[in-house]
């Protein structure tokens, strides 16, 4: 393709003429590994009280009937309707998946986005993977594009992102023309957003990032269709998302650059599976605190070490006395001390615990004897490391090292592991024969209504 066209002109152009024969097939595989996994959060996040509250509250305000599934809820809504609330149950949880080097969690916006046009359109579950396996190779690009940029300035890559490349994929399985998707990826940028303010009081907003920019997506694809136009360069534009978001007029360069290598590297590869809920960042450190917690065996632990990437450290470690005593589940999610505090006290990280349990007294009293450093070589974001140090009463200090966090590409998750992840969290608002249904759907079958009810 010619460097005169746009970088979303180029992106439409691969997402309409992916072919799911060319796709290797342990990357098809885990596209719908990871579509399961997406589900199995929203089903679990469904059966958390306030958000429940919050789902049935949005549907009073947008009560109309339509083809798509509300996941965990006896419903069906409009599909714009459906995404935004999918895609907000998939995120809620800090339980979705992640591309470390791209630092964005592309199931929570592509996944929603995807089955809730596949429902609309009538297309079958294998549709669904060809757009999800696009969107993950867009995405990842995308956030490379201006490594850390989005994040540095105060903006989520996965929905400042994800709304564009969303909009492809809408716009593509309604069978709209490349310049239509084109169009719909342009108007998707005045829809973007999603800041980090939440991290300043604990604010559980965070989740409807994904959701909005799922939903932002599905309306530009509309919009396209009706005849609005957007920027052509709406990335790359002396004002467009890379410049506003990123900070970083470069950006459109090098996301040409990665473009050219589309479909020879598959990016979805890369994508790491979570078995916390909570911040990604957290979990080697979470892993650290449980072989030190063996080491121990019961000694009295006076003081806890931490050495964190800066990266890192703006979401999980600053500022650091707010982290030490968070004042409820979801400050908890992003507080690096407390919940390594658990870990190491036997505490599990799990949905109750970061939803509905109260916080831990003893797991605050610890968390406060928690103490940090800067770590620049860490490699952080393509490594999400560790370095713990414990001391014990009786004067011995343990160190904990991991170099890359499990479910990563490096250390990659097994497939049972996954299904027990997902069989787990389906449970909270399935039966355990439904939940086996649904899994085996999403791996077996070629119809999007098996998997997703």
Known sequence: MSRTESASARMAAFVADLNLGAVPDDVERLARLHMADAVGVALAAAAVPAHRDMVRTLRQQSPHAGPASLLGFDDRAPSDIAALINGTSMHSLEYDDTHMGAIVHGSAVIVPTVLAIAQEQ????????????????????LGEAAPGGFQRRGFQVTSAGGAIVAALLAAQARGQSIATMTHAAGIAGSQASGIFAFLSNGSNVKALHPGWAAHAAIWASTLAGSGMTGPAAVLEDKYGVFAAYADDRNAGDRLHTTLDGLGTRWALREAAFKFYPCCHYIHPYLEAAEHLREQAAGAPIVAVHCRVAPGAALVIAEPWSVKQQPRDNNEAKYSLPYTVACALLGIPIDVPAMTVAPLDDAALTLAKRVTTERWDDSGFPQKFGAVLDVTLADGRVLQARIAQVMGSVERPASEQRIQAKFLANA??????AEALKRWDAFLTSDEVASAMA
Do not use: K, M, P, Y
């Open 122 to 141: 009538g297309l079958r579950l294998s549709d669904a993977v060809r757009l999800t396996i696009a969107g993950w190779e867009l995405l990842v690009r």
């Open 427 to 432: 449970a909270r608002s399935v039966t355990e």
